[in-house]
């Protein structure tokens, strides 16, 4: 007979690919984890991880295993919800995963509310300039800023945003004339490292005629400060816009780009009314909070000589 709680630790370890790592998320010792899986696979009459330097891999049976477990913890997790009157609220710990650009500007206010209005939610909002891996569960849902076409995976896009070059006054009032696009080159360029571009939908100087960037980072954030500490001319969020005084929006006629947010969940998710609850809440925010910051970002604008 199966054990659902070695059913669990088989899902920790599957998405950990280390019994010291499951062990923690777990608050085990990994000599008890590997004892559980042993049980298990005992229980089962088949080997479910492939042991090597790099951790445990699935094998071929751990992989047939890990969609009905998956389902499993679904159904234990409504099973809770239903029992203890909690079903459908919002309400234990919720984890995100978002590019830098989204999760320093828009999450913190946006779940910031969520949270107001939902006492006994726990949001934990991960910011990395990377794609995550939501079948391991290093988070529950990621924010994307490109369409996902592989995997087992839900797709709902959250809401178009736009980018334009910008700079701060000072470092306009100091700097060659900028009337066209052009007129670039003559500037200093803020900009991604080329190769540390993750998602070809951060690829934006291919829109420009500006050849080099002069000063570079992996995050959008830092770029922006870079641009708000008068040191070039980059493409910024309208919705960061707001949050750095003195820059404005340069050549928006000629240079304007727009972009999506996609939200990303475990294909076994879409049956936790739980989660798309969260999804609902956190889109309608999204959707509100880049309008409000893009209408102030319009203000900005500078003329064109």
Not at 149 to 173: M, P, S
Request: glycine fraction near 8%; proline fraction near 4%; hydrophobic fraction near 45%.
């Amino acid at each position: 007979m199966l054990d659902w709680d070695d059913l669990r630790i088989f899902l920790a370890v599957a998405r950990a690919e280390s019994l010291s790592r499951a062990g923690r998320a777990l608050k085990l010792d990994a000599a008890t984890v590997g004892r559980r899986v042993a049980r298990l696979e005992e229980a089962l009459s088949a080997k479910l991880f492939v042991k090597s330097p790099q951790g445990y891999a699935l094998s071929e049976a751990g992989d047939r295993l890990l969609p009905h477990a998956e389902a499993a913890e679904q159904a234990f997790g409504g099973a809770q919800e239903e029992l203890s009157g909690t079903a459908g609220q919002l309400s234990g710990q919720l984890r995100i995963g978002a590019p830098d650009g989204c999760a320093n500007y828009l999450l913190p206010q946006v779940c910031a509310k969520i949270s107001d209005a939902n006492p006994g939610l726990e949001i934990q909002i991960v910011a990395l300039p990377r794609v995550f891996n939501l079948s391991k569960r290093e988070a529950d849902m990621a924010i994307t800023v490109s369409r996902p076409t592989a995997g087992r995976l839900t797709v709902q896009k959250l809401t178009d945003y736009h980018l334009h070059l910008a700079a701060h006054r000072d470092y306009l009032a100091r700097s060659a004339p900028l009337t066209c696009k052009g007129d670039l080159r003559a500037h200093r360029m803020i900009g991604y490292i080329p190769d540390m571009i993750f998602d070809k939908e951060l690829d934006y100087f291919a829109e420009t005629e500006a050849q080099v960037v002069g000063l570079a980072s992996n995050s959008a954030s830092v770029q922006t400060r870079m641009v708000q500490s008068g040191a070039g001319i980059g493409i910024v969020h309208d919705f960061a816009i707001p949050f750095a005084p003195g820059v404005v929006r340069v050549l928006a006629d000629e240079v304007s780009l727009k972009r999506a947010f996609w939200l990303i969940r475990h294909a076994d998710d879409r049956r936790s009314e739980r989660l798309t609850r969260f999804a609902e809440a956190l889109g309608q925010g999204l959707r509100d909070e880049v309008s409000r910051l893009e209408r102030r970002a319009a203000d900005t604008t500078l003329a064109t000589p």
